[in-house]
């Protein structure tokens, strides 16, 4: 066949990959999509681009060349295993099959375990950047063995966004890591929107600026060290007015967080794996918490101070304090969420390079940012950095944003305004740098109820004390 590439799921994100694919010299793209409208709607919509278009998956397979390379943009889950079946019906032993759904990476390392087994090459690829990402440029995270990238890597490289010269697309690791590594980075967008959304809320309770006067203060912290995309559109969408009421867009806007579960699955994740994510643990809560509009009806009455009547005297001050604070947690929301990435790779056996994942997220996805700059030359210092937050030029942004970030939380906190985000990023941080915590005690209670036992501080061994009789001390086996 004539295609070098093909694209099966001519959805908003297929279609406009295989638009981004045509645009790029040297590619033909072949495209099929389950129903045929589809795919009349995307030749119609752009006939100057070079497509071969399918109607049959047996079509589709004699449309592209040898060895066949296919990436598959449908709904993740059943639909993702069902194309897979087909393209395996249809294709070869030695074709390349890349899923580049947000399917989930366990999903991912079995499918790629059944369709290597059968002599085909499978990438789980994660695409961030939304729709258009697809189109002008994604960050590309594929996994899979080293063979596929060979083939794939000179087509990825042609379409990923491009950041300070060099494509934000990388080989993550093999199987699910590319997966893996897409999840988290949702989860880290998460996080970061929700400390954007405090910042907003404090701001405006406190000073009582308009959305649009906010706009104009996070468009200035764009130019700074908060410099990303988020920080960008948060503007444009606090200066959005609605055309219907005159009001800002968002004071007509139901406080209700959605949320596709890819935040989940990082909690979820991080929870196996024994890694406080709790910027993106609280983030998601956030959302789920702002769903429940029936439990905050009846808990409206709930006694505590009115956030209404929190004013600061010093708005411009405050301001800051909270542009720190947000520097702040940011930096702890990015180090919980690299952590979470090398406790996977640890775990599942993948060789990820973290400041190349943190260059590859600086164009084309929703988390781009100057910042991931920093996070490159922390692991360009110190690739196996135990906790990135502990890069010298991460303790120099803690050591000066402290007191604001404190002052933030305790204002917050005595002002009745939900900062959940800021203040358990700063608790992660206290306690992360604590010498002594009181886990200790935790050891002692579950000592007494479950015979949990403990280890001493002074010695090797452990330990039991004998609670329900003379409270001696015995040395235990270490069992529970
Ligand atoms: P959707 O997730 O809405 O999926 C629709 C596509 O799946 C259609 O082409 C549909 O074909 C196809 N499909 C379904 Br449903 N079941 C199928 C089956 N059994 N066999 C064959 N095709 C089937 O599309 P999307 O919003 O373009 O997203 C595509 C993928 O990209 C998803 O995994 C999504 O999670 C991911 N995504 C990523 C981002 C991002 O920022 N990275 C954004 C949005 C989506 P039909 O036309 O015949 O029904």
């Given amino acids: ?62 449309s592209l060349q040898k060895p066949r390379t296919a990436i598959i943009m449908v709904k993740a889950g059943k639909p993702t295993d069902a194309v897979i079946d087909e393209l395996m019906r249809v294709f070869e032993p030695g074709d390349i099959i890349i899923d580049g759904g947000n399917s989930l990476f366990t999903d991912t390392i079995r499918r790629e375990k059944a369709v290597s087994e059968a002599g085909y ?28 990238w060979v083939t794939l890597g000179p087509i990825l490289k042609s379409i990923a966004a491009v950041a300070e010269g060099e494509p934000c697309v990388t080989h993550i690791g093999h199987d699910g890591a590319g997966h893996f ?11 970061d929107m929700q400390l954007i959304a405090e910042a907003y809320d404090l701001i405006r309770r406190g000073t009582g600026k308009t959305p649009a006067e906010i706009a104009d203060i996070f468009a200035e912290w764009n130019t700074g060290e908060l410099e990303s995309y988020l920080i960008e559109i948060t503007a444009e969408v606090l200066r959005q007015t609605d055309a219907a009421t005159g009001k800002p867009l968002v004071d007509v806007i139901v406080d209700q967080a959605g949320a596709k579960g ?25 959302r789920s918490l702002s769903s429940h509009r029936e439990q905050r009806d009846v808990a409206g009455g709930l006694p505590g101070p009115s956030p209404e009547d929190f004013t600061v005297t010093d708005a411009d001050a ?11 947690s940011k930096i702890v929301a990015y180090s919980q969420g690299f952590d979470e990435i090398r406790a996977g790779a640890a775990q599942y056996g993948w060789n990820i390079d973290l400041g190349a994942v943190s260059k590859i997220w600086r164009g084309g996805c929703i988390i781009r ?21 502990t ?31 800021f203040s358990s990023s700063l608790a992660y941080y206290d306690g992360l740098r ?44 270490d069992t529970h």
Wanted: aromatic letters at 10%.
């Fill in 1 to 62: 066949g004539p295609a070098n590439i093909g694209v099966v799921g001519l959805a908003v994100m297929g279609s406009n990959l295989a638009r981004n694919l045509a645009s790029r010299e040297g590619n033909t793209v072949a495209v099929f999509n389950r129903s045929r409208s589809k795919t009349d709607e995307l030749l119609e919509a752009h006939p100057e681009a070079e497509f071969v278009p399918a109607f049959t998956y047996e079509e589709f397979a004699a």
């Fill in 121 to 148: 090459n499978f990438v789980g690829m994660g695409v961030s950047g939304g729709e258009e990402g697809a189109l002008n440029g994604p960050s590309l995270m594929p996994g899979g063995p080293d063979e596929a």
């Fill in 181 to 191: 590594v897409k999840m988290v980075h949702n989860g880290i967008e998460y996080a």
């Fill in 262 to 286: 890819t935040g989940a699955w990082t909690v979820q994740t991080a929870l196996d794996l024994g890694v406080p994510v709790s910027g993106i643990a609280e983030a998601t809560f956030a």
């Fill in 318 to 328: 405050f301001i800051e304090q909270v542009r720190l604070a947000l520097y702040a």
């Fill in 369 to 389: 940012a100057q910042f991931l700059n920093r996070i490159a030359e922390a692991y360009d210092a110190e690739a196996d950095l135990p906790v990135l937050l």
């Fill in 391 to 421: 890069a010298p030029y991460f303790v120099e942004a803690l050591g000066r944003t402290q007191d604001a970030w404190r002052e933030v939380v305790r204002i917050s906190a005595s002002a009745g305004i939900p900062a959940p985000a």
């Fill in 434 to 477: 604590a010498d002594r915590l009181p886990a200790a005690l935790i050891q002692g209670q579950r000592d007494f109820f479950g015979a949990h036992t403990y280890k001493r501080i002074d010695k090797d061994g452990t330990f039991h004390t004998l609670w329900s009789g003379d409270r001696t001390e015995v040395e235990a086996e």
